[in-house]
């Protein structure tokens, strides 16, 4: 966070949790760092009154008490982003976790910066020489082993120029270590960057592109487009945090930032240590070499909480600057909302709807407007994707988070207690989701070698509409009173239901599926209700179709590869062959 200016100091007021009141402090501004008592807590200022100020402390402030000395630093709240990032796990403050595999407890050593990070040496090649004409964004130098993706040292913002001294190959280079020199502007291997200021780009790219998940569901109904935002609403045990866990582990982002926002700490344990494990498909290295964990636990400061997603979005900036596509997955921003209305009762702000505070809706919107595909500023393309879990209490669905959020995202993953209880995961449902990228989408695909696919899935959509309202009817006059046409939409819509949008998160076949296994596998379900419903016209009673054996249709998920997109067309030539013999 940097040094305290000796000059400038004042004493505690009032200590209330996380709120701390101080006078004396000249020459503060908002949003300033300020350490606080012996032990040099941080705290952020967030109201100014006279020679008074109110600050959010995002340490634990027992002991603290009135009199106690504060120092202000001259600067906001900052990440030192370089090239220690992936693999590793921090705090909402990105500061270094040790023992994250069992206690996920922040190491402090003097200094927000861990001496561990600071001390490492990194091997620095340089791209360019020296002389060359360098403007913000263009790449100085790479990292090699700084995780498994190509780690490139840039031009920070607002520095141009001739490159007047550059550091030559070396396997000796610490994090603040000067590694080329700008006119007279250094350049350090890391950068300090605020972490509630967005990143500079040149411009947004307004052209969609999918970002592919692996989940059939999402990929195939509501799929959601590189730096684009989607939110994950849902009651307990409906699996938000399962969900979004597939994502990260199989989701073709060049870089996921994990920030668990207020979750239980065995949840973020059970993360690192998945991530550990599994092999990243595209490089046969560990997935979390890849991966950024920002574990703020509920049993961690509740304040950092709030700091934790700015943190978050800001290293996946970071990355996107470098070209990266990368993904945050934020679980749960209403962990987040619990803390920005603690702290706002505290602070004695009028409270809005259920308590939380007016600003609410506005936090919301600077943190998912963050997300976008860009043109940086070195002339690459890169994205930054937000994707938000919400956890409503007590699974209402109109209270302020969850509604304020749909505003400002693009697609809705709304998980269905029912679908869940009856173990139907993903438990996405298809009454209450939406994706408004889809037709941008659906060009994507067409121009990209699936003219089929926003086809197909206005059709699955009416599929389940109509199974949907027909199975209503049934539940009144039974299934067996509807014509025969009819019925072959109710088993055309179980057919898709298990045999497609059902996935197995624990299967290694199933737990991730490639696009051409998706549309294999729904254009079986079509071609299984076409030959059904003509059966139907040839006179062939409906019960005899009922009861035709449909297990190698809903099993053909889990037993075939996730690429396997040939054998799902094999089986269903032989199966369709099958069907078409009832009489």
């Given at each position: 966070?940097?040094?305290?200016?000796?000059?400038?100091?004042?004493?505690?007021?009032?200590?209330?949790?996380?709120?701390?009141?101080?006078?004396?402090?000249?020459?503060?501004?908002?949003?300033?760092?300020?350490?606080?008592?012996?032990?040099?807590?941080?705290?952020?200022?967030?109201?100014?009154?006279?020679?008074?100020?109110?600050?959010?402390?995002?340490?634990?402030?027992?002991?603290?008490?009135?009199?106690?000395?504060?120092?202000?630093?001259?600067?906001?709240?900052?990440?030192?982003?370089?090239?220690?990032?992936?693999?590793?796990?921090?705090?909402?403050?990105?500061?270094?976790?040790?023992?994250?595999?069992?206690?996920?407890?922040?190491?402090?050593?003097?200094?927000?910066?861990?001496?561990?990070?600071?001390?490492?040496?990194?091997?620095?090649?340089?791209?360019?020489?020296?002389?060359?004409?360098?403007?913000?964004?263009?790449?100085?130098?790479?990292?090699?082993?700084?995780?498994?993706?190509?780690?490139?040292?840039?031009?920070?913002?607002?520095?141009?120029?001739?490159?007047?001294?550059?550091?030559?190959?070396?396997?000796?280079?610490?994090?603040?270590?000067?590694?080329?020199?700008?006119g007279d502007t250094e350049v350090t291997l890391a950068e300090q960057w605020p972490v509630?200021?967005?990143?500079?780009?040149?411009?947004?790219?307004?052209?969609?592109?999918?970002?592919?998940?692996?989940?059939?569901?999402?990929?195939?109904?509501?799929?959601?487009?590189?730096?684009?935002?989607?939110?994950?609403?849902?009651?307990?045990?409906?699996?938000?945090?399962?969900?979004?866990?597939?994502?990260?582990?199989?989701?073709?982002?060049?870089?996921?930032?994990?920030?668990?926002?207020?979750?239980?700490?065995?949840?973020?344990?059970?993360?690192?240590?998945?991530?550990?494990?599994?092999?990243?498909?595209?490089?046969?290295?560990?997935?979390?070499?890849?991966?950024?964990?920002?574990?703020?636990?509920?049993?961690?400061?509740?304040?950092?909480?709030?700091?934790?997603?700015?943190?978050?979005?800001?290293?996946?900036?970071?990355?996107?600057?470098?070209?990266?596509?990368?993904?945050?997955?934020?679980?749960?921003?209403?962990?987040?909302?619990?803390?920005?209305?603690?702290?706002?009762?505290?602070?004695?702000?009028?409270?809005?709807?259920?308590?939380?505070?007016?600003?609410?809706?506005?936090?919301?919107?600077?943190?998912?407007?963050?997300?976008?595909?860009?043109?940086?500023?070195?002339?690459?393309?890169?994205?930054?994707?937000?994707?938000?879990?919400?956890?409503?209490?007590?699974?209402?669905?109109?209270?302020?988070?969850?509604?304020?959020?749909?505003?400002?995202?693009?697609?809705?993953?709304?998980?269905?207690?029912?679908?869940?209880?009856?173990?139907?995961?993903?438990?996405?449902?298809?009454?209450?989701?939406?994706?408004?990228?889809?037709?941008?989408?659906?060009?994507?695909?067409?121009?990209?070698?699936?003219?089929?696919?926003?086809?197909?899935?206005?059709?699955?959509?009416?599929?389940?509409?109509?199974?949907?309202?027909?199975?209503?009817?049934?539940?009144?006059?039974?299934?067996?009173?509807?014509?025969?046409?009819?019925?072959?939409?109710?088993?055309?819509?179980?057919?898709?239901?298990?045999?497609?949008?059902?996935?197995?998160?624990?299967?290694?076949?199933?737990?991730?599926?490639?696009?051409?296994?998706?549309?294999?596998?729904?254009?079986?379900?079509?071609?299984?209700?076409?030959?059904?419903?003509?059966?139907?016209?040839?006179?062939?009673?409906?019960?005899?179709?009922?009861?035709?054996?449909?297990?190698?249709?809903?099993?053909?998920?889990?037993?075939?590869?996730?690429?396997?997109?040939?054998?799902?067309?094999?089986?269903?030539?032989?199966?369709?062959?099958?069907?078409?013999?009832?009489?």
């Amino acid at each position: 966070m940097g040094n305290v200016d000796a000059d400038r100091a004042g004493t505690v007021r009032l200590v209330n949790g996380p709120l701390i009141e101080i006078e004396g402090l000249q020459e503060i501004s908002m949003l300033e760092v300020v350490t606080v008592g012996p032990q040099r807590i941080n705290s952020e200022v967030v109201a100014i009154t006279g020679n008074r100020a109110t600050l959010q402390a995002y340490e634990y402030t027992g002991g603290l008490k009135p009199g106690d000395q504060v120092g202000a630093t001259g600067h906001g709240l900052a990440g030192l982003l370089g090239p220690g990032l992936l693999g590793q796990a921090f705090d909402g403050l990105l500061r270094p976790l040790s023992s994250v595999d069992l206690w996920l407890t922040p190491e402090r050593a003097g200094s927000t910066e861990d001496q561990t990070v600071l001390s490492r040496s990194w091997t620095f090649i340089p791209t360019v020489t020296v002389g060359d004409q360098v403007n913000p964004g263009d790449v100085l130098g790479t990292v090699p082993e700084a995780g498994s993706i190509e780690y490139r040292v840039m031009v920070p913002w607002g520095v141009s120029g001739e490159l007047s001294w550059l550091l030559p190959k070396s396997d000796q280079v610490h994090a603040l270590d000067v590694v080329a020199r700008v006119g007279d502007t250094e350049v350090t291997l890391a950068e300090q960057w605020p972490v509630r200021r967005r990143r500079p780009i040149k411009e947004r790219i307004s052209e969609a592109v999918p970002l592919h998940t692996g989940q059939r569901v999402l990929d195939l109904m509501y799929p959601v487009a590189l730096g684009s935002a989607a939110a994950v609403p849902g009651g307990f045990g409906t699996g938000k945090t399962m969900l979004l866990q597939q994502i990260a582990k199989w989701s073709n982002a060049d870089v996921i930032v994990y920030v668990g926002c207020g979750e239980r700490g065995n949840e973020m344990a059970d993360v690192l240590d998945d991530l550990s494990k599994l092999t990243d498909e595209r490089n046969g290295g560990r997935l979390i070499d890849r991966t950024v964990i920002i574990a703020n636990t509920s049993n961690m400061p509740m304040m950092a909480r709030e700091a934790s997603i700015y943190s978050g979005i800001t290293v996946a900036e970071f990355y996107r600057d470098m070209g990266y596509n990368s993904v945050v997955i934020a679980d749960s921003t209403s962990r987040w909302a619990e803390a920005l209305r603690e702290f706002a009762n505290r602070n004695g702000e009028l409270p809005a709807e259920e308590g939380y505070p007016a600003t609410l809706a506005s936090a919301l919107s600077a943190f998912y407007e963050r997300a976008g595909r860009v043109t940086t500023l070195g002339g690459q393309v890169g994205s930054t994707t937000v994707l938000g879990a919400i956890s409503p209490p007590g699974g209402d669905l109109t209270e302020p988070v969850t509604t304020d959020t749909q505003r400002f995202v693009r697609s809705l993953w709304l998980l269905d207690r029912d679908l869940a209880y009856s173990r139907h995961y993903p438990a996405i449902s298809w009454t209450g989701s939406f994706a408004r990228d889809a037709e941008a989408i659906g060009q994507w695909h067409e121009a990209n070698g699936d003219p089929g696919w926003s086809q197909n899935r206005a059709r699955a959509a009416a599929l389940l509409a109509e199974a949907d309202r027909l199975s209503a009817l049934a539940e009144i006059i039974g299934s067996g009173s509807l014509p025969g046409h009819q019925r072959m939409v109710l088993l055309g819509g179980r057919l898709l239901r298990d045999g497609v949008l059902q996935q197995n998160a624990l299967s290694n076949n199933d737990a991730f599926s490639s696009e051409e296994k998706g549309a294999a596998l729904m254009d079986f379900v079509f071609e299984v209700l076409d030959l059904c419903q003509k059966l139907v016209d040839r006179g062939v009673p409906a019960t005899t179709i009922e009861d035709f054996d449909y297990v190698p249709v809903v099993r053909a998920r889990e037993e075939f590869g996730p690429d396997d997109a040939k054998g799902i067309a094999g089986r269903k030539k032989e199966f369709l062959k099958r069907l078409g013999d009832l009489k």
